[in-house]
């Protein structure tokens, strides 16, 4: 079940910056910058966590586009101890099944891709940092398009 991390515990609980750190992989800036995007009044970025009778497992930040039907997926976290079980997988439906998208999509890295291609997504190369790490796109087409045909 997804529960929704602002209103329900607040952005300084722990369970959600652990999950939003590891998301991040521990980079300071990153997390503050996450936590700013998710505080912030209607601007469409939503978090949930994610509870199976009443364990926090992992959670899930995205954005919402209703005009094109785009979820955009931000930030996806597992607990290392819950990793492989199929609960990334999990809160990926249930943010499909709460919003309704036409399409997922999510940019990612390198290790981050094969979880989503393992789960059916359709994983092309996004570009090359600034860094010199290479990004992945991952799209999900949750509604078929007729101009697919």
């Given at each position: 079940?997804l529960?929704?991390?602002?209103?329900?515990f607040?952005?300084?609980?722990?369970?959600?910056t652990e999950?939003?750190?590891?998301?991040v992989?521990?980079?300071e800036?990153?997390?503050?910058?996450?936590?700013?995007?998710?505080q912030a009044e209607d601007?469409?970025?939503?978090l949930?966590?994610?509870?199976?009778?009443?364990?926090t497992?992992?959670?899930?930040?995205?954005?919402?586009?209703?005009?094109?039907?785009?979820?955009?997926?931000?930030?996806?976290c597992?607990?290392p101890?819950?990793?492989n079980?199929?609960?990334?997988?999990?809160?990926?439906?249930e943010?499909?099944?709460?919003q309704?998208?036409?399409t997922i999509?999510?940019?990612?890295?390198?290790?981050a891709?094969?979880f989503?291609?393992?789960i059916?997504?359709?994983?092309t190369?996004?570009g090359?940092?600034?860094?010199?790490d290479?990004?992945?796109?991952c799209?999900?087409?949750?509604?078929e398009?007729?101009?697919?045909?």
């Open positions: 079940m529960i929704d991390a602002k209103r329900d607040g952005l300084d609980h722990s369970e959600v999950l939003l750190e590891l998301a992989h521990e980079d800036e990153a997390l503050a910058a996450a936590k700013a995007l998710y601007n469409g970025y939503l949930r966590l994610y509870q199976e009778e009443g364990e497992l992992g959670l899930i930040g995205f954005h919402m586009d209703p005009e094109s039907g785009t979820l955009t997926i931000q930030h996806i597992v607990f101890e819950y990793r079980q199929g609960f990334g997988r999990g809160l990926i439906l943010a499909l099944m709460e309704s998208p036409d999509k999510a940019v990612v890295d390198e290790e891709a094969d989503y291609r393992n059916g997504f359709i994983v190369s996004h090359v940092t600034a860094s010199g290479e990004q992945f796109l799209v999900y087409h949750a509604v398009r007729e101009d697919e045909f």
